[in-house]
């Protein structure tokens, strides 16, 4: 298997992912995937992130390296704590 450098959005094989970039205050509103294809993982690339919107989670602080696996249809929304803070999302199609 060949090596693939992959950035911004992509497909490979089964899998699809997009890396998210987010300013102080920016992030991604509360919301959820009911489409069927709302199994992913969140992984935090830079900066660091507060959770909303998930009772579970609500308050918590993720760091680079964190991960959080996503069921379908589970809310959930982030707020970048920092400049150029970015996570990458992958969804297995």
């Not at 509103?29 to 069927?36: C, F, I, R």
């Not at 249809?73 to 970015?86: C, D, I, K, T, V």
């Amino acid at each position: 298997m060949a090596l693939r450098y992959l950035t911004g959005v992509w497909m490979t094989g089964t899998l699809r992912g997009k890396v998210h970039k987010f300013d102080l205050d920016e992030g991604l509103p509360v919301h959820s995937h009911a489409d069927g294809r709302g199994m992913h993982i969140t992984v935090v690339l830079s900066g660091s992130f507060l959770c909303v919107g998930n009772p579970e989670i609500e308050g918590e602080i993720m760091k680079v390296g964190d991960v959080l696996d996503w069921t379908a249809s589970e809310p959930h929304g982030f707020r970048a704590l920092e400049a150029n803070s970015s996570f990458l999302q992958i969804a297995k199609q």
